[in-house]
Structure formats: C-alpha cells, structure tokens
C-alpha cells in the first residue's frame, strides 16, 4: 500500500483566500484524523471520522475550518477564510479500529502540507 | 482534557549510550503510543501500549498504568536515532484522537 497520502505538500497562500488540503487514508482503515503542528502548541487533533461519519470535531478551532469525508478513500479540510495564524503543518492519519469494542490500533500518518499564509 | 508531559525535552548523548525517555499523564487512558518524527517532518508510529512492555529492535516501551506512565528506551544508540520522539495518549474506546506531548528532542552524537 502506498500509505496515506496527503496533498499538496505545500501550499502557500494569502489571507483571506480558501484553503483545501486532502486526504487519502490507507485503503481497508475505518478511521481518518486530522491534526494540526505548530511550532507554539505541537500536535493537536482537529476532528477524526469513523465509516466516513465526523466523531469528534471538538479542535476544529473555529467556523472558518470544515472537515468532510465523502467516501472510504477521501477527505477534504477547508479554510475560509485563511490567516496568518492558520499556517502550520497538517497531518492526515489514518487506522483500524473496531469500533464498540476495547480494541486499538496505530495510526498511520501522512506526509503532511505544509501550510503557509502571507 | 488529559495532561500529557514529557522529559526530558532535549537530549543530546554519545553513540552507543542508553537512552530513556519519559512520559507522564494525568487521566486514565485506554492507549499509549510512541511517534518518531525525523527532520524531514515525518511521523512514524513506534509502539502503541496499554499495558507492560514492547520490543521491537532496540527500541524498548514501558507502560504502568498505575502510576500514569511511559518511558521509551533506545539501546545501543546510533545517530540515525535522532529525532524528536512524541509521547500521545488516547483516551477513549476504539482508535480514537490523540493527546500529545511536545516531544523529545534526541540528538546522538557519533
């Protein structure tokens, strides 16, 4: 399997414009996250998904991110407006679980996007 | 929320040495896992635990979930071992979102 690939790997961009980063989680996993780095806060997840359903979108930091997950293989993460604030690396991370029971896997990263904005 | 602390924060050591790494939290958790980024920015997983010991190479990971927690030894350490190693917990059932800390920052010097 390829792993989890992410695009684009940078993107630089000016304030105030739409942002969309994605993600293709490793095929067969039922779980997708994405996470935010910063160099002030370090890793922080911003919203996971189960079977393509939004479970915990608690760090999503305010309305201007959205998260969807249309099917098993795709996922978007939009900024709109973007700030200068927003510019951080964003991962996207993927695993298996079996959801209901006491049961945890890893979780495979992608490369991440490197997210500038001027 | 949990409290996930790291230590040390950096690191820097001899090739060959003994390296641990610690890791402590605040809320009971369901797992524990260890993450190696290297320079370039990648994330790999290491060890995922919820209980005692892991092997893999020369990588060992402790867990005690009586006292809240980790450490991550590195035997016979070799500068491909520099990275920043991130302590994450998660808390609830199945493989949900994780707590991090703000990592360790290993340097091995030849």
């Known amino acids: 399997d390829a792993g989890v690939i992410q695009s684009p790997r940078h993107e630089v961009t000016e304030m105030g414009q739409e942002v969309t980063l994605r993600c293709k989680p490793i095929?067969?996993?039922?779980?997708l996250f994405w996470y935010r780095q910063t160099m002030m806060r370090g890793l922080e997840l911003l919203i996971y998904?189960?079977?393509?359903?939004?479970?915990?979108d608690s760090g999503m930091p305010e309305d201007r991110f959205s998260a969807k997950m249309p099917n098993a293989s795709f996922s978007t993460l939009k900024i709109q407006p973007s700030e200068p604030r927003d510019s951080a690396v964003y991962f996207c991370?993927?695993?298996?679980?079996?959801?209901?029971?006491?049961?945890?896997?890893?979780?495979?990263f992608g490369p991440g996007t490197r997210l500038t904005v001027l | 929320k949990n409290e996930v602390e790291q230590s040390p924060q950096n690191l820097t050591a001899q090739e060959g040495e003994f390296i641990t790494i610690n890791c402590s939290y605040s809320?009971?958790?369901?797992?524990l896992h260890w993450l190696q980024q290297h320079p370039g920015g990648g994330i790999v997983s290491l060890f995922m635990?919820?209980?005692g010991k892991k092997k893999h190479g020369r990588l060992i990971a402790t867990i005690n979930i009586q006292e809240k927690h980790s450490s991550l030894h590195i035997t016979a350490s070799h500068p491909r071992d520099s990275a920043v190693y991130i302590c994450?917990?998660?808390?609830?059932?199945?493989?949900?979102?994780?707590?991090f800390g703000k990592g360790t920052h290993l340097i091995i010097q030849p």
């Open positions: 635990l919820s209980s």
């Open positions: 809320v009971g958790i369901s797992a």
């Open positions: 998904f189960n079977n393509n359903v939004p479970i915990d």
């Open positions: 994450a917990v998660g808390e609830g059932g199945g493989a949900d979102g994780l707590t």
């Open positions: 095929s067969g996993h039922d779980y």
């Open positions: 991370a993927s695993s298996f679980g079996t959801s209901g029971l006491l049961h945890y896997n890893e979780q495979f």
